[in-house]
């Protein structure tokens, strides 16, 4: 099989799963806004349940990007999977440790993430902090054994992990009620054992043996902890941005804290399908190719996935930055979910889509700085980023509130992009990061023109009073005018998306 169909093959899997995934997700987060609308436990069930995946997934990710290089450098499959056993054990361990800790002081973890939160919300927090965070366990291990399988050629896990999860957490939130709140968080750890259990299979299928070894002092678990911290610093940093808008947030009026995270959701639905799916499916062939020395090629690989992620990316940005308001009433506004809470979610959702965009880039930048072994420049690049943020933040949030927030961190992706997008060109001499940046410009540039006319045209010449039926217009209108206009101007991009298409049949 050759790379191109191989990465095509693998994105469409990873694609499709992750687009099922985060509908599911996001029919997770229609029915917690349903049942509870923007309050203290919609706020202290976003706070609590994203407290694991903050700090232990970002631990968990840097894990597995390290694991997958040094899996393989292993001889013999008894090494690789005595190794993998050792690793395991060792997580499981701290991991449990750190359960008991939040267990016995959560107020002080809460205050760590929250500093602001009022008594109710508080109440509610308590309670689904020291349940939740016993589905770390799981989540880490899930995402050990996904990176073992990717090790092996196996995607399949990784794209079907956040269906399984979703559905349970669906059907969870489904039963849960003010009295039995609590539920939202077992559900976490049903829905985590779940996804856990159906990645040990599939591991199990591929032939894993498991050792009972622990040897945290062993030179293999040293050399994956140097490795692997820098990692763990710079998803540290972006979770560490997180937590200071949630700190700011929980000092504003209740429900800004949910409305922040549902703004945050609509986007990642689509910019994670595109970025997460082409940066995982391209980081094994650029490592490949600059570890065989072969610049040329990874030069010519890398300008081309980025030109396919930006004009996947481009109009998702603009979509949300032109119709966040028909989006957000129409998905959200429901039940308990009044025309308040809506409007912070649509604001905030227009300042995240001015990001989106360099988030997306950056995602893809960070990859070819791990290809090309350097973990050290990302996390000091994200930690100027960080506190970029925080200055932003300090500044805006008086004054804009939660558009303040929103937008503090669109102006730190954009700040990341650059500097990231400069050291890679000044160090390692790339010459396609350049035409890439130049790409990303006039990618902005040309998807503003549908985005304009699909607004204007709906908002002051056909006002539909069918929200649903707008909706489809505006999007038709967007897309149609956007892939006539890329045509026009760069006929390149998509034939090769075209060319990818077809040699993954």
């Not at 040897?215 to 540290?236: C, F, G, R, S």
Request: glycine share 6%; charged share 15%.
């Amino acid at each position: 099989m050759n790379k191109k169909k191989s990465i095509g093959n693998i994105t469409i899997i990873l694609a499709v799963g992750t687009i099922v995934s985060k509908i599911l997700g996001f029919i997770r987060e229609l029915m917690v806004a349903y049942k509870f609308g923007a309050g203290s436990i919609t706020d202290a069930f976003v706070l609590t349940n994203g407290i694991p995946s903050m700090v232990f997934v970002s631990i968990g990710t840097a894990i597995g990007i390290n694991y997958i290089p040094y899996y393989q450098k292993l001889k013999t499959k008894n090494e690789q999977d005595r190794f993998s056993s050792n690793l395991l054990n060792i997580v499981i361990v701290i991991l449990l440790s750190g359960c008991l800790i939040v267990n016995v002081c959560p107020r002080f973890v809460l205050k760590i993430f929250a500093t602001g939160l009022p008594g109710e919300t508080e109440r509610y927090a308590v309670v689904m902090l020291r349940i939740v965070m016993f589905s770390i366990v799981p989540i880490i291990v899930a995402h050990l054994f996904q990176a073992y399988s990717q090790a092996n050629g196996q995607f399949i896990t990784t794209a079907v992990y956040g269906i399984v999860t979703n559905i349970v957490i669906i059907i969870t939130t489904f039963l849960s009620t003010e009295k039995n709140y609590w539920l939202l968080s077992v559900g976490t750890i049903i829905a985590n054992t779940a996804g856990m259990i159906m990645v040990l299979l599939g591991v199990r299928k591929s032939g894993f043996q498991y050792f009972f070894v622990f040897e945290p002092l062993n030179q293999q678990i040293k050399k994956m902890v140097i490795l692997t911290l820098p990692l763990i610093a710079e998803d540290l940093a972006s979770s560490l941005s997180l937590l200071v808008d949630r700190n700011l947030a929980s000092f504003l009026d209740s429900g800004t804290i949910s409305g922040l995270s549902y703004a945050g959701t609509l986007g990642n639905i689509a910019g994670t399908m595109v970025s997460g799916s082409l940066t995982t499916a391209t980081f094994p062939t650029f490592s490949k190719l600059l570890s065989d020395g072969d610049v040329d090629r990874f030069e010519e690989s890398f300008q081309k996935y980025a030109d396919v992620m930006l004009f996947l990316i481009c109009p998702i940005g603009m979509v949300m930055i032109f119709h966040a308001r028909d989006i957000v009433v129409f998905v959200f506004e429901h039940g308990v979910f009044d025309s308040q809470a809506s409007r912070i979610v649509w604001e905030s959702m227009i300042c995240y889509g001015i990001g989106i965009i360099p988030l997306g880039m950056q995602t893809y930048l960070i990859r070819v700085f791990y290809a090309l072994q350097n973990t050290k420049t990302p996390v000091k690049i994200k930690v100027f980023a960080l506190m970029c943020n925080i200055m932003l933040n300090l500044a805006f949030v008086r004054k804009w509130r939660h558009i303040g927030i929103a937008m503090s961190t669109s102006i730190s992706f954009m700040i990341a992009y650059i500097l990231l997008a400069y050291f890679l060109r000044k160090k390692y001499g790339l010459t396609s990061v350049k035409s890439i940046t130049r790409g990303m410009v006039s990618g902005i540039l040309l998807s503003i023109i549908p985005g304009i006319l699909s607004f204007g045209l709906f908002y002051s010449w056909i006002p539909a009073n069918n929200l649903f039926l707008k909706l489809v217009l505006e999007f038709s209108v967007f897309f149609a005018c956007y892939i006539m206009i890329e045509w026009i101007a760069n006929r390149k991009v998509i034939k090769e998306i075209l060319s990818i298409l077809i040699k993954t049949k």
